[in-house]
């Protein structure tokens, strides 16, 4: 594997679900990140990690809970999500944090909320 | 605090026709600007960055982009478009914050390719 995966590729959940969503680089950068992208709004950023610790949580409601065991792998936990919350969720990497504008994106997780 | 504006949603041009993609930021300073492409389906994926030097910057897949500081301006553009350019177009710019770079995207262009 090369680049940025993400797994499930879909997701339908239902609103008093758990799931979670995992992303893995082979790329050995050191910063990783969620994003959520929605139809004709902005790439919204939700969470930064930097070799494992959160440096950035955008106001993220407690809905969505990250995970970095490693500077490869990062996972998002979803719970009681809401209808609104259907999205692309896209996961990136860049080597470091301050070269955040050079980012390697995964193909995404579409999560559809029931 | 920094921002993009990509005032094109959608535009739509012949495949073999010239194309440029809008992009005007906003930032006190030198800012890092950047142009994506998303394919449908796909994850963004960097064509082009600017960060400093020569304001013509060449990209992936025979992508270019000016740097004009006086229109705060960063357009994209190709000579002639192929239909796999299909895609949506994101203009990106970053600010140094201590140790980080904050980037903050457009909304996108949506670029359709008839034949």
């Known amino acids: 594997e090369t680049g940025v995966t993400q797994t499930p590729r879909h997701l339908v959940m239902g609103m008093t679900n758990k799931k979670s969503l995992k992303c893995e680089q082979h790329l050995g950068h050191n910063a990783m990140y969620w994003y959520k992208q929605s139809a004709k709004k902005p790439l919204e950023l939700m969470f930064v990690y930097n070799f494992k610790e959160q440096t950035e949580n955008n106001s993220v409601p407690s809905r969505f809970s990250p995970e970095c065991p490693n500077s490869s792998h990062l996972f998002l936990h979803l719970h009681t999500l809401q209808p609104e919350d259907s999205a692309l969720y896209l996961c990136?990497?860049?080597?470091?944090?301050?070269?955040?504008?050079?980012?390697?994106f995964g193909p995404g997780t579409r999560l559809t909320v029931t | 605090a920094q921002s993009v504006t990509q005032p094109d949603i959608h535009i739509t041009v012949s495949e073999g026709a010239s194309l440029e993609l809008r992009c005007n930021y906003s930032y006190g300073a030198t800012p890092y600007l950047f142009w994506y492409v998303q394919s449908p389906g796909q994850g963004l994926q960097l064509l082009l960055k600017y960060f400093s030097g020569d304001t013509l910057v060449q990209g992936i897949k025979g992508f270019e982009a000016e740097f004009k500081r006086s229109q705060s301006s960063f357009n994209l553009r190709k000579p002639s478009v192929h239909w796999s350019d299909a895609a949506e177009y994101f203009c990106a710019v970053g600010a140094r914050s201590g140790g980080y770079q904050k980037v903050t995207f457009g909304t996108g262009t949506k670029l359709q390719v008839i034949p």
């Open positions: 990136a990497s860049s080597q470091e944090p301050d070269r955040a504008g050079e980012q390697y």
